[in-house]
C-alpha cells in the first residue's frame, strides 16, 4: 500500500494547517496527479478514509489523533497558460505563487484575492472569495478525480454559491480565464487589498479566517462585536480584537478551547453555520 509515495507517519498536524492546532496523522505527499489517483485506490482497496489537504488554512484538527488519511496536495504545483488568458493551476499551487505568476504575465482579475493562504484546490472546492469577488467568477473548467476517472467538468456544470461548491470529486487543476492588464497596475492592486487585509484582520496570528458563515440578512463579525465578545477568551483561543468574525490562536490553543468558544459565540448571537471544516 502506498508504494513509493512520500510519507509522513505520526505527523505533527500543527504544522499542516494556518491555525497551528491539532494532534498527529499520516500525511501522503503525492508529486503527481496519477500517484494521487493510486492513493485513492490503495485507500478504497483497504477500506482507509482519506482527507483531501489543500493549504490547511480553512481547517480545525482534532487534538486526538486524526483517524483519516492525509493527502497532502502541495506538490501538485504546476502552472500553464493554455492559450491566450487561459491559465491551467493543479490543485496544490499556492495562491500567492498564482498571484505571482498572473501579475508578471499580465492576467488581470484575481488581485482581491492577495493575500488569502490558499491553494487553488481550496479555494475553488470552498468558492473562496473577498472584496465582492468569488473564485467561481473566473473558472471555465475542473479538473476532477471521481470514482477512479479523471476528468474535466465545465464551469456551467457546476453549482457553486457562497463559500460552497457542489463539487464531490478530488479537484486536481482548474481552468481559469482573466483579462489582459499591465503587470505594474496588477501589483499596485494586490497590495492595496493585501494592505486592507493587515488592517482589518489578524492577519500576524494563528486562524482559520472567518469562524461562521454570513446569511442574506446576518453578518457574523457585526453581532459579535455588538454583543462585546472581542477579546473573550478560552484557554488558548481567543475572538480576535481586531475583526469579531475570527478566532485566533495565541500559541497554545487546542481544538476543544476552539469549539467552546465557538459555542459560547453561538449561545449569545445566534446559531452561525461554520465556514470552518471542524474536524474529528
Ligand atoms: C488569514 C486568513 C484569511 C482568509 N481570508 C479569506 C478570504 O478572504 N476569503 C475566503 O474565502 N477565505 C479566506 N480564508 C479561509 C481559507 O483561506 C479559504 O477557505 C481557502 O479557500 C482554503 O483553502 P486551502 O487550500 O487552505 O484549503 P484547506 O483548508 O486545506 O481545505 C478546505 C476544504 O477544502 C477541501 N479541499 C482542499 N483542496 C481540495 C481539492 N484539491 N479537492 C477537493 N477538496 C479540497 C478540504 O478537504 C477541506 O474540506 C482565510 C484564511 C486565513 C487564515
Given at each position: 500500500m502506498f508504494k513509493n509515495i512520500e510519507k509522513k507517519i505520526n505527523?505533527?498536524?500543527?504544522?499542516?494547517?494556518?491555525?497551528?492546532i491539532g494532534g498527529r496523522g499520516t500525511v501522503l505527499f503525492p508529486k503527481n496527479q496519477f500517484e494521487v489517483k493510486r492513493i485513492v485506490n490503495d485507500c478504497k482497496k483497504n477500506h482507509l478514509d482519506f482527507f483531501i489537504l489543500g493549504n490547511g488554512s480553512n481547517v480545525l484538527f482534532p487534538d486526538?489523533?486524526?483517524?483519516k488519511i492525509i493527502i497532502d496536495l502541495r506538490k501538485l504545483n504546476n502552472i500553464k497558460i493554455?492559450?491566450?488568458?487561459t491559465v491551467i493551476a493543479e490543485a496544490g499551487v499556492r495562491l500567492f505563487a498564482f498571484n505571482r505568476f498572473l501579475e508578471q504575465n499580465g492576467?488581470?482579475?484575481?488581485?482581491?484575492?492577495?493575500?488569502?493562504?490558499?491553494t487553488i484546490g481550496g479555494l475553488t472546492y470552498m468558492n473562496g472569495g473577498a472584496f465582492g469577488e468569488e473564485v467561481s467568477n473566473y473558472i471555465k473548467k475542473v479538473k476532477v478525480l471521481k470514482n477512479g476517472k479523471i476528468s474535466w467538468i465545465n464551469r456551467k456544470k457546476i453549482d457553486f454559491s457562497y463559500r460552497k461548491s457542489n463539487i464531490l470529486g478530488i479537484i486536481l487543476a482548474v481552468e481559469f480565464k482573466f483579462k489582459n492588464a499591465d503587470s505594474k497596475i496588477i501589483e499596485k492592486q494586490q497590495k492595496e487589498f493585501l494592505e486592507i487585509r493587515k488592517k482589518t484582520q489578524p492577519y500576524d496570528k494563528f486562524s482559520a479566517g472567518s469562524v461562521f458563515k454570513r446569511t442574506d440578512d446576518k453578518i457574523p463579525a457585526i453581532m459579535i462585536d455588538k454583543a462585546g465578545l472581542k477579546g473573550v477568551k478560552i484557554g488558548g483561543a481567543e475572538i480576535s480584537t481586531k475583526h469579531a468574525g475570527f478566532i485566533v490562536n495565541?500559541?497554545?490553543?487546542?481544538s476543544k478551547d476552539v469549539k467552546d468558544l465557538i459555542e459560547l459565540t453561538r449561545k449569545k448571537c445566534g446559531n452561525f453555520e461554520c465556514e470552518i471544516i471542524i474536524l474529528e
Open positions: 505527523a505533527d498536524l500543527k504544522n499542516y494547517c494556518t491555525f497551528k486526538d489523533d486524526f483517524k493554455a492559450k491566450q488568458r492576467f488581470a482579475g484575481f488581485e482581491w484575492s492577495y493575500g488569502i493562504p490558499a495565541n500559541g497554545d490553543a487546542t
